[in-house]
């Protein structure tokens, strides 16, 4: 297990040079989420293969430290998993990433980008189902946190 | 105040009642090697002093410094003088608080720092925003201070409110009371600040009788704080006035510190304190009037 300061290190270094920080023009979905409250905002784009698996995960936004390290963290680690494996992950992913200190003083913070693929996720399986049953869902493009 | 560091005397801070604890970023740019000045950092977002921050400057945080880890108090006496010797503090020391978010958790410190008695404490006006935006330096270095002899005064009682205080505060015909959460935890639609967890007290509302004043309307867009004219306006058309006993309060002290600190310091209110144990503790306990909605029950 890394120390305090490891961890620090590496939530740092995915804020100040992030990972996957675009837009995706082609995404299979994309979803906005966000602590409006706090001022942090994450959209997330997934490219999903017909196979559904991750092809391509990125995000944009703005925010604290942690919420964007987290948006970098998690559209790396996501792409190849299957779309069960990314709705397995919860906040102990979070917490082996960057660390129980930080996860439990900004939870919120630290989970929203998880969170927001998650979403994304549920929103693609849903759009995917109904299209494929000739029903219109309707798009889903935000998922905020009040 | 400090015998040895001169206040700041630009004029933007002369119709303050307490203009002598403003300082501008220029002014700490000036005294970032005076050998009396400690400048602390306190922030919300948690790595904001390790992403870098203003030379020679140090980290107070708030949760993990500030706090006591099992008990929900402040730190002791003792820890606080720790706390100070290990920044290289003595009690002559003119400590410079700054921080991100109007200054929130910088007057969080500064209330300690005056709870504990240190003399001269001052709030870089604009916080760390405001440095950052005139471009002025940051660093990552984290400077290496020798620890010093700290003896902290008794804490000063009359600048902290407990629940019994606030019960006895109610009696009174008038109380002035100010909740400055958001309108939607004073009106009881949630338990916290938007986008933090909604946790911490079994009833959503406010303290019967309490008005709201949410704490960040004391700030200017760029986290400077308005001027008197503005704040005398904000707090005295709700009733909260110079002439009263008054208690901030918020969810845990935090955002409340920051009002005290516009009444006290800034508006020159003689008798202001911080309910620290806020809703978190109020909105728990067991048979205190309560009131939802935006009137103030």
């Not at chain 2, 410079?96 to 209330?111: E, H, I, L, Q, S």
């Not at chain 2, 008794?154 to 002035?176: C, M, T, W, Y």
């Given at each position: 297990?890394?120390?305090r300061q ?6 740092l ?6 990972r ?6 082609d995404?299979?979905?994309?979803l ?20 559904g ?39 102990e992913?979070?917490?082996?990433e960057i660390g ?13 980008a ?8 549920d ?24 | ?12 801070f ?42 020679g400057?140090?980290?107070l ?19 606080f003088?720790?706390?100070a010797?290990e ?7 003119t ?9 929130w958790y ?5 209330w ?9 404490v ?14 002025r330096?940051?660093?990552r ?5 020798e620890?010093?002899?700290?003896t ?9 409110a ?79 006035t110079p ?12 955002r ?18 911080n309910y ?19 009137e103030?029950?």
């Amino acid at each position: 297990m890394l120390d305090r300061q490891e961890y620090i290190e590496i939530i740092l270094d995915h804020y100040e040079h992030p990972r996957h920080k675009h837009r995706m023009e082609d995404a299979s979905v994309q979803l906005g989420g966000g602590n409006p409250g706090c001022g942090d905002l994450i959209t997330v784009y997934l490219k999903i293969s017909d196979d559904g698996k991750i092809e391509q995960a990125s995000f944009e936004g703005e925010g604290c430290t942690i919420s964007q390290a987290g948006g970098s963290i998690i559209t790396e680690l996501i792409e190849g998993m299957t779309l069960d494996e990314v709705k397995a992950l919860g906040k102990e992913t979070m917490i082996e990433e960057i660390g129980e200190d930080a996860v439990k003083s900004r939870v919120r913070c630290a989970t929203l980008a998880l969170g927001t693929a998650q979403a994304a996720v549920d929103s693609y399986i849903k759009t995917k189902r109904s299209s494929d049953e000739g029903i219109d869902a309707g798009p889903v493009v935000e998922r905020f946190e009040n | 105040m400090s015998t040895t560091v001169q206040p700041d005397t630009n004029p933007a801070f002369a119709g303050y009642a307490h203009p002598e604890v403003l300082v501008t970023t220029q002014w700490v740019a000036d005294h970032l090697d005076d050998p009396n000045v400690r400048i602390l950092e306190s922030d919300e977002d948690l790595l904001l002093y390790e992403l870098g921050h203003i030379p020679g400057a140090m980290k107070l945080d708030w949760e993990t410094q500030m706090q006591q880890p099992v008990k929900r108090d402040f730190v002791d006496k003792a820890g606080f003088e720790k706390l100070a010797s290990e920044r290289g503090i003595t009690n002559d020391t003119t400590v410079v608080f700054y921080g991100d978010k109007n200054n929130w958790y910088a007057t969080y410190g500064f209330w300690l720092f005056k709870y504990y008695g240190h003399d001269d404490v001052r709030v870089m006006d604009g916080g760390r925003a405001k440095w950052e935006a005139e471009g002025r330096p940051f660093t990552r270095e984290v400077p290496k201070v020798e620890p010093t002899e700290y003896t902290a005064k008794d804490p000063d009682g009359s600048i902290r409110a407990f629940r019994e205080d606030v019960l006895k505060h109610l009696e009174q015909e008038n109380p002035a009371l100010v909740d400055v959460r958001s309108p939607q935890e004073y009106t009881g639609e949630l338990l916290h600040a938007i986008g933090y967890p909604q946790e911490g007290a079994q009833r959503a509302g406010h303290v019967k009788g309490a008005v709201n004043v949410p704490w960040g309307t004391a700030a200017n867009e760029d986290g400077t704080f308005k001027a008197v004219d503005e704040l005398r306006r904000l707090y005295g058309e709700k009733g909260i006035t110079p002439d009263k006993p008054v208690i901030a309060y918020c969810r845990i002290g935090e955002r409340s510190s920051h009002t005290w600190f516009v009444l006290k310091y800034l508006l020159g209110y003689e008798d202001v304190r911080n309910y620290d144990g806020s809703w978190t503790e109020w909105g728990s306990l067991v048979g205190v009037p309560n009131a939802v909605g935006n009137e103030p029950g």
